[in-house]
């Protein structure tokens, strides 16, 4: 139950990374090799660089809140998520430690909120995704389908969770292996986000700074 609550505080979080649509599951199940095969692909990633959109529908809103910014990648566990517009915010990961900044005029902030520990569960989350782990979150039962193209759908199993977040969806790229291509998290009919990343870059050699300083 606390960790359902605190998936909650980022879908509530306006620089949350959380995302949400209602959609019935496909029937049609996509072969078990092909997840090993994009597993395999995503193990032999060195890194991954992008462009990310976010777009935020909820019932108060009269149109989708949209943000952007850049997200990096290295393995085994350092992340960097960065919010450009409309409001600039960091939060890294590197060896499990997590920090958040906000920009305030033309200062960085560090931000020591009780969130941390919450945002540093779905960043833990994003890791295990970027890997193919997609069966590494026991509160969370796997399925994958192909109708119209192959996605990873993750459905809690708790009633606890359920009343948080519907369920999850991942799709893959099907010009980069290995890559995930957008993410969409289901919390109620009405108010859901999207998640779409573009520019992916990989392989390139990233500086242990990107994941330690803002500047």
């Known amino acids: 139950m606390r960790a359902a609550r605190n998936l909650r505080i980022l879908i509530a979080c306006p620089s949350g990374l959380l995302f949400a649509l209602v959609l019935l599951l496909p029937s049609s199940p996509v072969r078990a090799?092909?997840?090993?095969?994009?597993?395999?692909?995503?193990?032999r990633i060195k890194s991954v660089e992008a462009q990310f959109v976010q777009k935020k529908t909820l019932p108060i809103l009269a149109k989708p809140f949209i943000s952007s910014g850049r997200f990096f990648y290295q393995p085994p566990g350092s992340l960097?998520?960065?919010?450009?517009?409309?409001?600039?915010?960091?939060?890294?990961?590197?060896?499990?430690?997590v920090k958040r900044y906000l920009?305030?005029?033309?200062?960085?902030r560090e931000d020591a909120s009780a969130?941390?520990?919450?945002?540093?569960?779905?960043?833990?989350?994003?890791?295990?995704?970027?890997q193919g782990r997609f069966d590494a979150n026991p509160h969370f039962r796997v399925s994958f389908v192909d109708n119209p193209e192959p996605r990873v759908i993750l459905v809690p199993k708790e009633d606890s969770w359920k009343k948080m977040i519907r369920q999850i969806e991942l799709t893959p790229s099907r010009e980069q292996a290995g890559v995930i291509k957008s993410v969409r998290m289901i919390e109620d009919?009405?108010?859901f986000t999207v998640l779409e990343f573009s520019r992916v870059r990989l392989d390139r050699p990233l500086p242990a700074s990107l994941f330690l300083r803002v500047e």
Do not use: C
């Open 189 to 191: 009919e009405r108010s």
């Open 103 to 108: 920009r305030e005029k033309n200062a960085w």
């Open 33 to 43: 090799e092909s997840w090993e095969a994009f597993r395999a692909a995503a193990g």
């Open 115 to 130: 969130a941390l520990p919450a945002m540093q569960t779905v960043l833990e989350e994003i890791v295990h995704w970027q």
């Open 80 to 97: 960097r998520w960065e919010y450009e517009r409309p409001v600039g915010s960091v939060l890294m990961m590197h060896d499990g430690n």
